[in-house]
């Protein structure tokens, strides 16, 4: 009776989290995100996709195929924090830049995708930031991007 009882509290838990995880792509498809443009010192310029609330913040760019050629998503924060990231649910690598304000502070390149069933690294900035830039893995060097860069942004 026992293993019938543990039996169906295990498929209780499994529906739940598989209902969590189809309710999570479909909110995903149905956010409406503000953009922006941010100008890199050499004058590049990369289109986001604003993740200015804790929804959005944590879907990120997750459920994705791809992103948008020149286009990326900045975490915009309340505060500056040491504000952790990983790569669930995610299926292309990306570059991720920590700011503080308007200077880059840290650039980790080329974080990849976690394989199926492994758990993702969680990723933390040296310092605290209150934004995180996340563009495709390979730009922040294409587009020269150190630490200690300025950019600029516009919201629109």
Do not use: C
């Not at 909110?27 to 990369?46: C, H, N, R, V, W």
């Amino acid at each position: 009776m026992k293993s019938k009882s543990f039996f169906l509290l295990k498929l209780f838990f499994l529906s739940i989290y598989i209902i969590f995880l189809i309710n999570e792509e479909l909110i995903s498809k149905e956010i409406k995100y503000a953009f922006g443009l941010i100008t890199t010192p050499s004058g590049d310029q990369i289109n986001v996709e604003i993740a200015d609330t804790i929804l959005k913040r944590r879907l990120g760019l997750s459920n994705r195929p791809n992103l948008k050629k020149n286009w990326g998503m900045l975490f915009i924060f309340d505060k500056s924090e040491m504000h952790s990231f990983w790569m669930k649910n995610m299926s292309f690598s990306l570059d991720i830049i920590w700011l503080e304000n308007y200077r880059i502070v840290q650039i980790h390149e080329n974080v990849m995708p976690v394989p199926s069933g492994k758990k993702p690294t969680i990723l933390r900035p040296l310092v605290p930031v209150n934004f995180v830039l996340e563009i495709a893995a390979g730009r922040a060097n294409e587009l020269n991007l150190r630490k200690g860069d300025l950019l600029d942004y516009i919201f629109y």
